[in-house]
């Protein structure tokens, strides 16, 4: 027998939870139209009847067990949810083991490369970093001796600041009773040729007279926020058809995405949300901005604790360094005090990491000063509103030579980088 108070109970408990309060809502809201439903359907009166005949019993009992076996199951999810959310449990992104989509390591391994720029703090840089090091790779203005990339920008921080900058209000607005692209993305709706269609050209091209160059963006929108919530709990109540952490590698390891583009290039939110997760199982590496002080130094190396905790979502993951980010580096080539404090909390932080995990060696590195993102003013204009790389006047020049020596380092890094896999022990 179904015990419908400890049902209740546990639907309570878990909306305690500041992320599922809102969908769980709607759960409980559902849950009590079923009790209605069913209150009509089988009135306790019928069942006590002295009128039912014996040849309407036998239905009316299995239909009864039915119920009783699906109000089981539902208590059964709930119980799963609870756990998944417990302060002793192995947290809501591991409560239940993975299942990648077919052939996912084989296609990793000659996927092209998928940058993911991420840290768990905000404010360090993550959109601009995201947006410069694509507008690199595209390689608007023909640097010789460097290829054009065919580059694919994704926004997935519902604030959408990588959007305004990469593309015009209507582009990067969904139309009425539409949701965004990215939404449609991580919701496991769109297939690798909607998303070939999705795209759309990065602002900026047409005044620098550059037809020729393949640079495109995906951009989000704020109802990315409730499609997460959405998706976190149809999973964790399983609801879900697939392993909603895998949604976006099902698109972006697909035949029809890795023959379109060269690279990707994507901006994950500062918390780790679905649409974090997703980010990082479909990436091939992950860079880390971040401010030089002891507060985010720390955040550096808690965003690489959950790097190393969720190693089993993405054993495949490299690391391709932490990056300096508003720095006050500049001609003189030295850092302030404060943020040679920041980088000695960075140091200690990842070394401790690597300590108290028992890994091989060190999950990642700093990348050289000399590709630290200085605070100048003109990446303070163009931030929010365009993609500094592509301003074609010559305050931009230091902004391309910016990025081109980052680009550089990152490449390097990157094809130095270890899998997740072979530093984490069994």
């Given at each position: 027998?179904?015990?419908?108070?400890?049902?209740?109970?546990?639907?309570?408990?878990?909306?305690?939870?500041?992320?599922?309060?809102?969908?769980?809502?709607?759960?409980?809201?559902?849950?009590?139209?079923?009790?209605?439903?069913?209150?009509?359907?089988?009135?306790?009166?019928?069942?006590?009847?002295?009128?039912?005949?014996?040849?309407?019993?036998?239905?009316?009992?299995?239909?009864?067990?039915?119920?009783?076996?699906?109000?089981?199951?539902?208590?059964?999810?709930?119980?799963?949810?609870?756990?998944?959310?417990?302060?002793?449990?192995?947290?809501?992104?591991?409560?239940?083991?993975?299942?990648?989509?077919?052939?996912?390591?084989?296609?990793?391994?000659?996927?092209?490369?998928?940058?993911?720029?991420?840290?768990?703090?905000?404010?360090?840089?993550?959109?601009?970093?995201?947006?410069?090091?694509?507008?690199?790779?595209?390689?608007?203005?023909?640097?010789?001796?460097?290829?054009?990339?065919?580059?694919?920008?994704?926004?997935?921080?519902?604030?959408g600041s990588l959007s305004s900058m990469a593309l015009t209000t209507e582009d990067r607005s969904p139309g009425?009773?539409?949701?965004?692209?990215?939404?449609?993305?991580?919701?496991?709706?769109?297939?690798?040729?909607?998303?070939?269609?999705?795209?759309?050209?990065?602002?900026?091209?047409?005044?620098?007279?550059?037809?020729?160059?393949?640079?495109?963006?995906?951009?989000?929108?704020?109802?990315?926020?409730?499609?997460?919530?959405?998706?976190?709990?149809?999973?964790?109540?399983?609801?879900?058809?697939?392993?909603?952490?895998?949604?976006?590698?099902?698109?972006?390891?697909?035949?029809?995405?890795?023959?379109?583009?060269?690279?990707?290039?994507?901006?994950?939110?500062?918390?780790?949300?679905?649409?974090?997760?997703?980010?990082?199982?479909?990436?091939?590496?992950?860079?880390?901005?971040?401010?030089?002080?002891?507060?985010?130094?720390?955040?550096?190396?808690?965003?690489?604790?959950?790097?190393?905790?969720?190693?089993?979502?993405?054993?495949?993951?490299?690391?391709?360094?932490?990056?300096?980010?508003?720095?006050?580096?500049?001609?003189?080539?030295?850092?302030?005090?404060?943020?040679?404090?920041?980088?000695?909390?960075?140091?200690?932080?990842?070394?401790?990491?690597?300590?108290?995990?028992?890994?091989?060696?060190?999950?990642?590195?700093?990348?050289?000063?000399?590709?630290?993102?200085?605070?100048?003013?003109?990446?303070?204009?163009?931030?929010?509103?365009?993609?500094?790389?592509?301003?074609?006047?010559?305050?931009?020049?230091?902004?391309?030579?910016?990025?081109?020596?980052?680009?550089?380092?990152?490449?390097?890094?990157?094809?130095?980088?270890?899998?997740?896999?072979?530093?984490?022990?069994?």
């Open positions: 027998m179904v015990d419908i108070g400890h049902l209740i109970e546990n639907l309570f408990e878990l909306i305690k939870h500041e992320q599922l309060w809102k969908p769980l809502a709607v759960v409980i809201a559902t849950v009590g139209v079923v009790a209605f439903m069913v209150g009509r359907r089988f009135p306790a009166a019928s069942l006590q009847s002295p009128r039912n005949s014996a040849a309407d019993t036998p239905a009316l009992e299995s239909k009864i067990e039915l119920l009783k076996k699906e109000l089981s199951g539902a208590l059964s999810r709930f119980d799963d949810a609870r756990r998944a959310v417990a302060a002793e449990g192995p947290g809501l992104w591991l409560s239940i083991p993975p299942a990648p989509p077919k052939d996912y390591e084989l296609r990793l391994k000659s996927s092209i490369p998928i940058l993911v720029v991420a840290n768990l703090k905000g404010g360090v840089g993550k959109t601009t970093i995201a947006t410069g090091l694509a507008a690199h790779f595209a390689n608007p203005f023909k640097v010789p001796h460097r290829k054009s990339e065919r580059v694919l920008l994704i926004d997935l921080d519902f604030q009425e009773r539409t949701i965004s692209r990215a939404t449609q993305l991580i919701s496991g709706d769109a297939s690798p040729l909607e998303l070939l269609r999705m795209h759309q050209r990065v602002k900026g091209l047409e005044e620098l007279h550059r037809e020729g160059t393949e640079f495109f963006a995906i951009p989000s929108y704020y109802d990315l926020a409730q499609a997460e919530n959405r998706l976190m709990v149809e999973w964790l109540i399983g609801d879900a058809k697939a392993d909603i952490r895998y949604n976006l590698a099902r698109i972006l390891l697909s035949e029809e995405v890795q023959r379109r583009y060269d690279r990707i290039v994507m901006d994950a939110p500062p918390r780790l949300t679905t649409a974090h997760v997703q980010a990082l199982t479909a990436a091939t590496h992950v860079l880390i901005p971040t401010v030089l002080d002891q507060l985010s130094g720390e955040a550096v190396g808690s965003f690489v604790e959950q790097l190393i905790i969720h190693a089993r979502l993405w054993p495949h993951l490299k690391v391709v360094g932490v990056v300096g980010s508003m720095t006050e580096y500049g001609q003189d080539k030295r850092l302030l005090d404060y943020e040679n404090d920041g980088l000695l909390s960075i140091r200690q932080a990842l070394e401790q990491k690597k300590d108290a995990h028992g890994l091989r060696g060190p999950v990642t590195t700093i990348l050289p000063r000399s590709c630290f993102i200085p605070d100048v003013r003109e990446l303070g204009r163009a931030a929010g509103s365009r993609i500094g790389y592509l301003n074609p006047k010559s305050e931009a020049d230091l902004i391309r030579r910016i990025f081109d020596h980052l680009g550089v380092e990152v490449t390097k890094a990157s094809g130095e980088a270890q899998e997740l896999r072979d530093l984490v022990r069994p």
